[in-house]
């Protein structure tokens, strides 16, 4: 652990510089041409590839190589290969080809598909992502070459969530080069999205988790009472951090930077418990492959320090819940970033364009956005005032503000308003150069000086969904931009005139105010912003008319791969929560009600004792507390009846929209009708008897 960052960065990772030293020169720059202009892939040139990787891999231990990739349960999936093959003189050589670096073939018949494929077609592919590094993983079974990929069907069609984002690159690296065109930057041969992920997560102690079953089988409490304190005194915010989580993301980040995700900020968040990682932005896909790293090693690093990492969106009521800030971009191969408004963004023509293209592709497709932003966990987030509202909408600041509004009101916007000077008002700190304008933590998709940050995300989802979209309906409208744009004789005057009819049409959809506030539910259903409150409410977007008609365009997904991606999201959503019912269920049979029958029977029998041994002793106080506790306990009888009577009757629907609404609108209540007498309980039961530990124990005793 003592090992300079710049010796461990990087080490496992087959980067540009290993490939320099190892491969031809002629097979370099033909990978080279892959990589960075999407040039086809020669067999050859994989050929030559893969033995390099083999060799570099086996000097580092390696003994097997996976097919690392993204199915569409969110998580990765991988199935390991040796490199031994036989020889005829009953010995071994290790081996790797390039048919085996470029392609493999997974069983797909278990991965979810949403019906893309019937039970009997398993064959599924894999191929072999180049623009994403391949890397060496060092875990109990020991080194491993992972090799990013994607996964398709027997037909082609996206079993996985890097298919449509590699697609979704394309469209917007093809559609901002025609722009790019225009502006007369020939030079620019590429425009990758550059994507940030912040994540966040909770550190539990690892015996406390594995005494609740919810926590276990639903990522999530599903029982709890909030302890005396909470997060009302913001004194964990970016509080000093704890020896034992220090240690722990330590290690976290070495193991980050071997693997060459380049782990940057950590502190803790608002909630007890709760702390956040951020990487440094890379290429959308990239960036994609290396969240998951981070979720997956946030969870084993975790499980070395007796801890246990939850990257459930709400793990406990009450309290903060997770989610993750995905910071976007426009990058071109020659170090620009198109977001960049530079100093006087007012003169920057080229800036306002793509500006105005982010605002228009957010408001004509907010319902895509708010479905990537879906998962059963962000339904008890979005809209809680402590994450972004469900609705959506642009934080752009004061500065663009203005500058948009003289846009609108003069057709030119002749001066922009700057950042000034900050007087602390001691002689001791030094005057401090302000930013233009201030932040605003309650917008869901906000301008933050050079990129948006779309604040939305679930903390466990891939990012790949929402950078999908994002990367989509702004290629959509870059792409309507150019048509008109490429016709026009006078290109100066045509672009102001886009750019301010872009922002007249759009304008609604920019909000600066507080995105908390009833009033802002109010004013946004006044401009006609969409509302959707849950993920199933969610989910027909992806099917709708408009959107077919946008991903076929765009050839990012087809009607079938969108219906599948639906149909799935909808039994996924029905899954979870039957599985949140059954285990709330259990618990209170198995664990609750023994602790809480036995506690009253205890009390009960006291007052028989003293009432022998002192017959005028008051025994009022043990008379109400058995009293209160079998009120309690019949109430929390009749919901588990209740929840358990739902449950069954759901098990005979067909999976879609109406199972997961009945869920949404039968089952959840009847979850909480089950809670609500039992937190009740905790706060009068023996704290020594209790089944369970607390929320104390959990958010208080790392
Ligand atoms: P803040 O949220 O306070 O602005 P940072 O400036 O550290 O914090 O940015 C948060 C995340 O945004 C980091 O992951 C950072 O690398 C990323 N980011 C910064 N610039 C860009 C960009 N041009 N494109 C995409 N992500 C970016
Ligand atoms: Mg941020």
Partial sequence: MSEKLTDVFGIDVFSDAVMVERLPKRIYSALKKTIDEGEELDTNVAEVVANAMKDWAIERGATHYTHWFQPMTGITAEKHDSFISPTTDGKIIMEFSGKELIKGEPDASSFPSGGLRATFEARGYTAWDCTSPAFLREDAAGVTLCIPTAFCSYNGEALDMKTPLLRSMEALNTQALRVLKLFGHTDVKKVNPSVGPEQEYFLIDKSKYLQREDLIFTGRTLFGAMPPKGQELDDHYYGSIKERVASYMKELNVELWKMGVTAKTQHNEVAPAQHELAPIYTTANIATDHNQLVMEYMKKVANRHGLTCLLHEKPFAGVNGSGKHNNWSMQT??????????????????????????????????????????????????????????????????????????????????????????????????????????????????????????????????????????????????????????????????????????????????????????????????????????????????????????????????????????????????????????????????????????????????????????????????????????????????????????????????????????????????????????????????????????????????
């Fill in 333 to 702: 191969d020659t170090g620009m970033n198109l977001l960049n408004p530079g100093k006087t963004p007012n003169e920057n023509v080229q800036f306002l364009l793509f500006l105005s293209a982010v605002l228009k592709a957010v408001d004509l497709h907010a319902d895509l956005l708010r479905v990537a932003a879906a998962n059963p966990g962000n339904d008890h987030r979005l809209g809680a005032n402590e994450a972004p509202p469900a609705i959506i909408s642009v934080y752009i600041g004061t500065q663009l503000e203005d500058v948009l509004n003289q846009l609108i009101n003069n057709g030119e916007a002749k001066n922009c308003k700057h950042g000034g000077w900050l007087n602390v008002g001691s002689h001791a700190i030094p005057e401090l150069k302000k930013d233009a304008t201030d932040r605003n933590r309650t917008s869901p998709f906000a301008f933050t000086g050079n990129k948006f940050e779309f604040r939305m995300v679930p903390s466990s989802a891939s990012i790949a969904t929402a950078n999908t979209i994002i990367n989509t309906i702004v290629a959509d409208v870059l792409c309507d931009m150019a048509d008109e744009l490429e016709k026009a004789d006078n290109f100066e005057q045509a672009v102001q005139e886009l750019i301010k009819r872009t922002v007249c049409e759009h304008k609604r959809i920019v909000f600066n105010g507080n995105g908390y506030g009833d009033a802002w539910v109010e004013e946004a259903a006044r401009r006609g912003l969409p509302n959707i409150k849950t993920m199933v409410d969610s989910i027909p977007a992806l099917t709708a008319e408009k959107a077919i008609t946008l991903f076929e365009k765009h050839k990012v997904f087809s009607v079938n791969e969108l219906k599948a991606r639906a149909e799935i999201m909808y039994e996924d959503y029905s899954k979870a929560i039957n599985i949140e019912a059954k285990t709330m269920i259990n618990m209170a049979y198995v664990k609750y009600f023994p602790a809480i029958i036995g506690y009253a029977g205890e009390v009960a029998k006291s007052i028989n004792e003293i009432r022998a041994a002192v017959p005028e002793a008051d025994v009022e106080l043990q008379d109400t507390l058995v009293t209160e506790i079998s009120h309690l306990l019949s109430k929390a009888r009749s919901a588990v009846k209740h929840l358990q009577a739902l449950v069954e009757r759901a098990q005979d629907m067909q999976e879609g929209h109406d199972k997961a609404a009945f869920f949404r609108d039968e089952v959840i209540p009847a979850m909480q009708y089950l809670r609500e007498p039992i937190d009740a309980l905790e706060l009068i039961v023996d704290a020594d008897r209790w089944p369970v530990p607390t929320y104390g124990d959990l958010l208080f005793e790392i």
